[in-house]
Nanobody, 121 residues
């Protein structure tokens, strides 16, 4: 079974830092695109940061300069380093991956279960 497992959420004071991790497991041939989304209470899910196979990254404007997305292709992992955290960053963060299955070379699309990040003093 192919799945994503996230970790690293928690409670942090404003101005603090947190790193989220997401590891894909199962029969994966290749991951072409990995991303972090977040959904705050009462708001729609938004794309926070993404990274592709060429290590090209993209960020939503609100996190530019504060968040860094990176990946470890050998581990099928993606990370989100979050610095200078703000109360507005409070949300459930979801990992997303798109790639190719090893078993039949068909495309795969995965979502993690979500990890809660709370920024509060």
């Amino acid at each position: 079974q192919v799945q994503l497992a996230e970790s690293g959420g928690g409670l942090v004071q404003p101005g603090g830092s947190l790193t989220l991790s997401c590891i894909a497991s199962g029969s994966i041939f290749r991951l072409d695109f990995m991303a972090w989304y977040r959904q705050a209470p009462g708001k729609e899910r938004e794309l926070v940061a993404s990274i592709n196979r060429l290590d090209i990254t993209n960020y939503v404007d609100s996190v530019k300069g504060r968040f860094t997305v990176s990946r470890d292709s050998a581990k099928n992992a993606v990370y989100l380093q979050m610095n200078s955290l703000k109360v507005d960053d409070t949300a459930v963060y979801y990992c997303y991956a798109k790639g190719v299955l090893l078993t039949n070379l068909r495309s795969l699309e995965l979502w993690g279960q979500g990890t809660l990040v709370t920024i509060s003093s």
